[in-house]
């Protein structure tokens, strides 16, 4: 069951952070029906940024969501570092993947907290270094809330009210560099972000890729053309793979897509 570690489950270790889905199907338990994920095979190398694209219901959060074991697959395998994750202890798991998405869950409490949240035994000089790297420390030091506290000090209100999206969102960046994982997850963390704010969580997500393994799923694919390796998936299956400039000339389905958000003309 998913949420539930099995009798004998151990640590998870990462060493190099290479992910291997081994002919992995899943249906959310319906017995009839099209599987959401029907014999799917693919490899992650260590440190490989690989964007996973293509139209709504393809598999692209459920792929990402087996990986946390929200779900557990129905048959096949999801190794990390070559163990498989239905056999490691699911806190170990946590530990090693962070995961960003569009809507970033904080804190009623202050920033430093929120940042901390991400290691909570981290030293303030830790918290600093992470929202600098995040691109956070400039707005951070404007801040002040309704009661006079400033900065890193300054509360953020129920779920982060007084803050914008794109704050929100290097905050968010901000706790994952001080978690430091091996592993990183993104859902579309640009989508909703104007484009000054965007501009400087994609520079944040740049420090935050280097050297390590990382899934974006992109609704717009603007936000992973620069991916080693973009997957395109159709009705749970890899429909084809490749970077930006292949893929336009060797996926019709890709070309549509990209098309249709404008991306080439034609």
Same mark, same amino acid.
């Given at each position: 069951?998913?949420?539930?570690?099995?009798?004998?489950?151990?640590?998870?270790?990462?060493?190099?952070?290479?992910?291997r889905f081994?002919?992995?199907?899943?249906?959310?338990?319906?017995?009839?029906?099209?599987?959401?994920?029907?014999?799917?095979?693919?490899?992650?190398?260590?440190? $490989?940024?690989?964007?996973?694209?293509?139209?709504?219901?393809?598999?692209?959060?459920?792929?990402?969501?087996?990986? &946390?074991?929200?779900?557990?697959?129905?048959? #096949?395998?999801?190794?990390?570092?070559?163990?498989? *994750?239905?056999?490691?202890?699911? $806190?170990?798991?946590?530990?090693? *993947?962070?995961?960003?998405?569009?809507?970033?869950?904080?804190?009623?409490?202050?920033?430093?907290?929120?940042?901390?949240?991400?290691?909570?035994?981290?030293?303030?000089?830790?918290?600093?270094?992470?929202?600098?790297?995040a691109?956070?420390?400039?707005?951070?030091?404007?801040?002040?809330?309704?009661?006079?506290? +400033? #900065?890193f000090?300054?509360?953020?209100?129920? +779920?982060?009210?007084?803050?914008?999206?794109?704050?929100?969102?290097?905050?968010?960046?901000?706790?994952?560099? &001080?978690?430091?994982?091996?592993?990183?997850?993104?859902?579309?963390?640009?989508?909703?972000?104007?484009?000054?704010?965007?501009?400087?969580?994609?520079?944040?997500?740049?420090?935050?890729?280097? #050297?390590?393994t990382?899934?974006?799923?992109?609704?717009?694919?603007?936000?992973?053309?620069?991916?080693?390796?973009?997957?395109?998936?159709?009705?749970?299956?890899?429909?084809? $793979?490749?970077?930006?400039?292949? &893929?336009?000339?060797?996926?019709?389905?890709?070309?549509?897509?990209?098309?249709?958000?404008?991306? *080439?003309?034609?």
């Amino acid at each position: 069951l998913a949420g539930v570690d099995r009798r004998g489950s151990r640590p998870l270790e990462v060493s190099r952070g290479e992910i291997r889905f081994d002919d992995v199907s899943f249906a959310y338990g319906r017995k009839d029906g099209a599987p959401v994920l029907e014999h799917l095979s693919l490899e992650l190398r260590p440190g $490989e940024r690989v964007g996973l694209v293509g139209r709504s219901g393809a598999g692209k959060s459920t792929l990402v969501h087996l990986l &946390l074991r929200f779900h557990e697959p129905e048959s #096949g395998r999801i190794l990390i570092d070559g163990q498989d *994750i239905a056999g490691v202890t699911e $806190e170990s798991l946590r530990q090693h *993947i962070a995961m960003v998405t569009q809507d970033t869950s904080l804190l009623h409490r202050s920033i430093r907290d929120n940042i901390r949240y991400g290691r909570p035994g981290a030293t303030d000089d830790e918290v600093r270094d992470a929202a600098g790297r995040a691109q956070a420390t400039e707005f951070i030091e404007t801040l002040q809330d309704w009661h006079g506290r +400033r #900065g890193f000090d300054s509360h953020v209100g129920e +779920r982060g009210a007084k803050l914008s999206g794109g704050q929100k969102q290097r905050l968010a960046l901000a706790r994952v560099l &001080l978690k430091d994982p091996q592993l990183v997850l993104f859902d579309e963390p640009t989508s909703a972000l104007d484009a000054q704010s965007e501009r400087h969580v994609k520079q944040a997500v740049r420090r935050l890729l280097a #050297g390590r393994t990382s899934i974006t799923v992109a609704h717009r694919l603007a936000t992973v053309m620069d991916a080693d390796r973009i997957i395109v998936m159709d009705h749970g299956t890899i429909a084809a $793979e490749g970077n930006h400039a292949q &893929l336009l000339k060797e996926s019709a389905l890709y070309a549509d897509l990209c098309r249709k958000q404008g991306l *080439i003309l034609g």
